[in-house]
């Protein structure tokens, strides 16, 4: 006895036994993804469940909560700190993701010449996104004291001291400090992108007589676009919801300079009053941009 296949199967047909041998196959590769599905669900699924639920209740501290539907998010959408915390995550976020492009894909290009020492560059390149958020927060605090090595710099070259985190310059400071640990995420993607580009063609090109500018602009940028869409998709993301350097660094301040969405979060829930359902509110508030993002990062994975 035979059944009909679905369209596309070899041979259009598919007995009993070769059925079977599929099912056993499907549930081998359920056994190996499940885990991983349950750990996804643990760890993200259920949080943000419980954060959208928590964002709809009103819960007095002592009191049991209650369930008040949207009155926490029109209330956030009448405060000011809510449109000031927005502004300052996307000055935060851009800026920072758009500098780290540009650093990654110049250091890629240049490290995937063929020269002496380059092993011994690739693998110093990756170090300052080997280190933790936290211990180059501390290391800049060295470097923007007023008598730190900031400041040293500027009177060598003739120019004033500058408070690196007052009010004029803490979100410049702070989009430095990002850069400078996340610009080789950038590199490393833009490495195994580059590696993956067939030299016959650029070999073709120079037969043709293209520069090394045309050759970067016909072949490498368009080629490089996928790698280049997927890695800014990811590095907004954590960038947008960075909470450490900004913790680290300047808890927001100073006169909420600095204060993005994920510190204005920390903020309400723990230190203004508890309020773990303006908190939540807040957090939820952002999921439609990463929605946005994710959709189209996976859209370049396939």
């Given amino acids: 006895m035979t059944i009909i296949c679905p369209p596309g199967y070899p041979g259009g047909q598919i007995t009993k036994k070769e059925r079977r041998k599929l099912k056993s196959k499907t ?37 049991p ?8 998010f029109s209330r ?22 758009a500098i780290k492009a540009i650093i990654g ?31 180059v ?13 900031g400041n040293i710099l500027l009177r060598v070259v003739g120019l004033k001291p500058i408070h690196w985190l007052g009010v004029q310059y803490a979100m410049p400071s702070l ?50 676009k996928d790698v280049f869409l997927i890695v800014c998709g990811l590095s907004l993301m954590w960038t947008m919801g960075d909470f450490v350097i900004p913790k680290m660094m300047t808890g927001g301040g100073p006169a909420d300079a600095t204060l993005t969405i994920p510190m204005a979060t920390y903020k309400i829930a723990f230190l203004l009053g508890l309020n773990y359902p303006l908190a939540s509110a807040y957090a939820v508030t952002i999921l439609p941009i990463f929605a946005v993002l994710i959709y189209f990062t996976v859209r370049h994975l396939e």
């Fill in 137 to 149: 927060s501390v290391l800049f605090w060295f470097v923007y004291d007023y008598r730190g090595i």
């Fill in 65 to 72: 909560p209650t369930f008040v539907g949207m009155r926490n």
């Fill in 76 to 97: 956030i959408f009448r405060d000011p700190i809510f449109y000031k915390s927005l502004k300052n995550t996307f000055i935060y976020a851009f800026p920072a993701v």
């Fill in 27 to 63: 549930l081998g590769v359920w056994a190996y993804v499940l885990p991983a599905l349950l750990v996804l669900g643990l760890i993200l699924i259920i949080p943000l469940i419980y954060t959208f639920w928590m964002s709809l209740q009103h819960m007095p501290i002592g009191k």
């Fill in 175 to 224: 989009i430095l400090v990002n850069v400078w640990h996340g610009w080789p995420f950038f590199y490393l993607g833009f490495l195994a992108g580059l590696q993956s580009i067939p030299g016959e063609l650029y070999e073709s090109a120079e037969i043709d007589g293209a520069s090394s500018w045309q050759r970067f602009f016909s072949i490498t940028l368009p080629l490089l």
């Fill in 105 to 135: 894909l110049g250091v890629a290009v240049l490290l995937n010449q063929e020269f002496r020492g380059r092993g011994i560059l690739r693998g110093l390149a990756i170090l300052p996104y080997a280190l933790q958020p936290f211990v």
